[in-house]
């Protein structure tokens, strides 16, 4: 079947930007457009405001539209069941249905499916309330992790170092802070050792790996304050040789594969794959079930496949036999955020970009939290505002061009990490 005309993506955020332009670059030349996008996504499509949690409104756009073809970028909207209400109107989507996106809106049920099926996890006990939680984090030793059950964004997860620091999570999380999302907790043994994320595109039994990464998630340099969505990513995660990619494949990436559709789930999606590299092997921190963030920025301009091609491919069950064709070229993100995030920051900062010309070689700019005020400026709409994705031979040229254009964004709020990628240089 040929491939689709006209593409609906779905989100605002700087994963979507990514995927965006990466379905503008195929052959095919579809149509897209954007629902709700950001400021930097309506200068490259058409964007409609229709926000990522509007299931009908999002379900009337397409067909309003006519649209072939959805592309779901965030978690919400998965796990609301957008791609359940669109697969009845028969329109192919790529995304998995409600039930496989649990996977990522309950960490316990995803946790369950580890112990299960023997996938390499961490220890760990689930919890509704406060008392049984502290009983039990007085026989475990810290440092120990506290998660909340539910979507919170990428903040949800506390990674204590002390008791105390452990008992007040517990009664952090449990009380309310992320409302129902943390109704229930996960407390699991502290895993030690590198993270890297495998991002994986499934389509019931079949699956294709994607390039390596590895993602920056805390606030400060030298992986230091509160966790965040992401600070920034690069690509290839050397750390993962090719014998280790191997394990990684055939002790998780297989078995999860195989234990998705043992429990009926049909999914049809990104299986994002968080990773430790302990010292014992790899063991899963996490699924996620959709492109990560800002893993996406530097894994999707490494990949000379058309990447309309492989999202169709596996939305419509086809996947199986399909070749990956990855680019030599190393990449890296740098995310520029709001100052203060992830705690409270401020919005509507204005934004200077340094103008396309003058960015480094195959240097690119994806829009995550912006907006356009009243005077058409553009401002901060969000903690994330920006990420800078660098292609380069080596992946120190690749940070050095990032970071060149990072410093020529104009914000008085502007905040980024300075190591993105260090820890690669550095073990070179």
Same mark, same amino acid.
């Given at each position: 079947?040929?491939?689709?005309?006209?593409?609906?993506?779905? !989100?605002?955020?700087?994963?979507?930007?990514?995927?965006?332009?990466?379905?503008?670059?195929?052959?095919?030349?579809?149509?897209?457009?954007?629902?709700?996008? @950001?400021?930097?996504?309506?200068?490259?499509?058409?964007?409609?405001?229709?926000?990522?949690?509007?299931?009908? !409104?999002?379900?009337?756009?397409?067909? /309003?539209?006519?649209?072939?073809?959805?592309?779901?970028?965030?978690?919400?909207?998965?796990?609301?069941?957008?791609?359940?209400?669109?697969?009845?109107? !028969?329109?192919?989507?790529?995304?998995?249905?409600?039930?496989?996106?649990?996977?990522?809106?309950? /960490?316990?049920?995803?946790?369950?499916?580890?112990?299960?099926?023997?996938?390499?996890?961490?220890?760990?006990?689930?919890?509704?309330?406060?008392?049984?939680?502290?009983?039990?984090?007085?026989?475990? %030793?810290?440092?120990?992790?506290?998660?909340?059950?539910?979507?919170?964004?990428?903040?949800?997860?506390?990674?204590?170092?002390? #008791?105390?620091?452990?008992?007040?999570?517990?009664?952090?999380?449990?009380?309310?802070?992320?409302?129902?999302?943390?109704?229930?907790?996960?407390?699991?043994?502290?895993?030690?050792?590198?993270?890297?994320?495998?991002?994986?595109?499934?389509?019931?039994?079949?699956?294709?790996?994607?390039?390596?990464?590895?993602?920056?998630?805390?606030?400060?340099?030298?992986?230091?304050? %509160? @966790?965040?969505?992401?600070?920034?990513?690069? #690509?290839?995660?050397?750390?993962?040789?090719?014998?280790?990619?191997?394990?990684?494949?055939?002790?998780?990436?297989? %078995?999860?594969?195989?234990?998705?559709?043992?429990?009926?789930?049909?999914?049809?999606?990104?299986?994002?794959?968080?990773?430790?590299?302990?010292?014992?092997?790899?063991?899963?921190?996490?699924?996620?079930?959709?492109?990560?963030?800002?893993?996406?920025?530097?894994?999707?301009?490494?990949?000379?496949?058309?990447?309309?091609?492989?999202?169709?491919?596996?939305?419509?069950?086809?996947?199986?036999?399909? /070749?990956?064709?990855?680019?030599?070229?190393?990449?890296?993100?740098?995310?520029?955020?709001?100052?203060?995030?992830?705690?409270?920051?401020?919005? !509507?900062?204005?934004?200077?970009? %340094?103008?396309?010309?003058?960015?480094?070689?195959?240097?690119?700019?994806?829009?995550?939290?912006?907006? /356009?005020?009243?005077?058409?400026?553009?401002?901060?709409?969000?903690?994330?505002?920006?990420?800078?994705?660098?292609?380069?031979?080596?992946?120190?040229?690749?940070?050095?061009?990032?970071?060149?254009?990072?410093?020529?964004?104009?914000?008085?709020?502007?905040?980024?990490?300075?190591?993105?990628?260090?820890?690669?240089? @550095?073990?070179?």
């Amino acid at each position: 079947m040929p491939l689709p005309k006209s593409v609906l993506v779905v !989100g605002a955020g700087g994963r979507e930007h990514a995927l965006v332009r990466a379905l503008l670059g195929s052959p095919a030349k579809p149509r897209i457009i954007c629902a709700p996008g @950001n400021a930097g996504i309506a200068e490259d499509v058409p964007c409609f405001p229709v926000a990522a949690d509007d299931i009908p !409104g999002l379900v009337a756009l397409a067909q /309003k539209e006519k649209v072939e073809f959805v592309v779901v970028g965030p978690e919400v909207p998965l796990a609301l069941g957008l791609v359940d209400e669109l697969l009845k109107l !028969g329109l192919p989507v790529y995304g998995p249905k409600a039930d496989g996106a649990r996977l990522e809106a309950s /960490k316990i049920f995803t946790k369950q499916i580890l112990l299960r099926y023997r996938i390499p996890t961490a220890t760990a006990a689930f919890f509704r309330e406060v008392a049984p939680a502290l009983t039990y984090l007085r026989h475990r %030793p810290a440092p120990i992790v506290i998660k909340a059950d539910g979507l919170a964004a990428g903040k949800g997860v506390v990674v204590a170092q002390t #008791s105390a620091e452990a008992e007040a999570a517990v009664r952090d999380l449990l009380g309310g802070k992320f409302g129902a999302s943390s109704s229930q907790i996960l407390i699991e043994d502290c895993l030690y050792g590198e993270e890297t994320s495998q991002l994986v595109v499934v389509s019931g039994r079949d699956y294709v790996m994607l390039p390596t990464a590895q993602d920056h998630k805390r606030i400060g340099d030298g992986d230091t304050g %509160p @966790n965040t969505g992401g600070m920034g990513a690069y #690509s290839p995660a050397e750390v993962v040789t090719p014998a280790l990619l191997e394990r990684i494949e055939r002790e998780i990436v297989r %078995p999860s594969v195989e234990a998705i559709a043992d429990e009926g789930i049909d999914f049809r999606g990104t299986l994002f794959i968080g990773l430790m590299l302990t010292p014992a092997g790899p063991s899963v921190i996490e699924y996620n079930a959709r492109f990560g963030d800002p893993e996406t920025q530097a894994v999707l301009p490494r990949l000379a496949t058309d990447l309309l091609a492989l999202l169709w491919a596996a939305a419509r069950g086809e996947l199986g036999g399909f /070749k990956l064709e990855v680019k030599p070229d190393y990449a890296l993100c740098v995310v520029i955020a709001a100052k203060g995030y992830p705690e409270a920051y401020p919005k !509507g900062d204005v934004i200077t970009l %340094p103008p396309a010309a003058s960015l480094p070689p195959a240097t690119c700019i994806y829009h995550a939290g912006t907006a /356009k005020n009243s005077a058409g400026q553009l401002v901060t709409n969000g903690g994330r505002v920006l990420g800078v994705t660098a292609l380069a031979s080596t992946l120190a040229a690749a940070a050095a061009n990032a970071y060149a254009a990072c410093d020529a964004v104009a914000c008085r709020t502007k905040y980024f990490r300075r190591d993105i990628g260090a820890r690669q240089l @550095n073990r070179r």
